[in-house]
């Protein structure tokens, strides 16, 4: 079952610009959106999360968007830098149980 | 800053044989986690521990699978009979409620010949 699709398995940005990642859902009980970020030969990390009762939360650089009604959540990276380089994953849950995580999205940063 | 560490890093075993995975969580976790991830696949719920006991399970939590806090520290995960798909990364989380983000570890590749 796949509660969670990021469908783009791969990005390529410049420098400097936007990194739009996307993951959309299917189970409109998740409450509780996350993105990690991982590295080869490391554990996932945490980057930033949301509240379903919110619509943005912004962290520095990062920022993450959720649309409810469309069931979509994006994360948005600004300025892009070389070192954002890494698989990112989004992930869900229903609030107390077990996450629930994309396939990831290789973001490449071109210098 | 505390991270949350896993042992051995690499684990080569033949078909059949036990093995134990070892983590040790951050020290005031008291939420603990089993996460693997196939090659090339997504992320994957194991098992969540709390309190001596496992609270939730995913289905590939069979009875091969089992968990176990020995200790105030580790936190262990043991496939009795390993089969060539339980190849994969398998990533050990805690967090200090079940409501926050969890802190993953660095993972130990497990490879079944």
């Known amino acids: 079952d796949q509660q969670v699709k990021q469908n783009s398995p791969s990005l390529s940005v410049q420098e400097g610009r936007i990194s739009i990642l996307n993951c959309d859902y299917t189970?409109?009980?998740?409450?509780?959106f996350l993105w990690y970020k991982k590295y080869p030969a490391e554990g996932p990390t945490f980057l930033i999360s949301i509240s379903s009762i919110k619509d943005k939360n912004e962290d520095g650089r990062f920022t993450v968007f959720l649309n409810k009604s469309a069931k979509h959540l994006s994360l948005h990276i600004v300025p892009s830098q070389p070192g954002d380089s890494a698989v990112y994953f989004c992930a869900a849950r229903i609030t107390g149980n077990q996450f629930y995580f994309g396939t990831g999205t290789s973001l490449t940063v071109i210098p | 800053e505390p991270e949350v560490t896993q042992t051995p890093s690499h684990q080569v075993t033949q078909m059949g044989q036990e093995v134990i995975l070892r983590c040790v969580p951050i020290s005031n976790h008291l939420y603990f986690y089993w996460y693997r991830q196939i090659l090339g696949q997504k992320v994957e719920f194991l098992v969540s521990?709390?309190?001596?006991?496992?609270?939730?399970k995913s289905e590939i939590f069979d009875d091969q699978f089992s968990v176990e806090r020995p200790d105030g520290s580790n936190f262990t995960l043991k496939i009795r009979s390993t089969k060539l798909e339980d190849s994969a990364m398998y990533f050990c989380?805690?967090?200090?409620?079940?409501?926050?983000?969890?802190?993953f570890g660095p993972g130990t590749r497990l490879t079944v010949l």
């Open positions: 521990f709390y309190n001596n006991e496992i609270s939730e």
């Open positions: 989380a805690s967090s200090d409620n079940r409501y926050n983000e969890q802190f």
């Open positions: 189970n409109s009980m998740f409450d509780y």
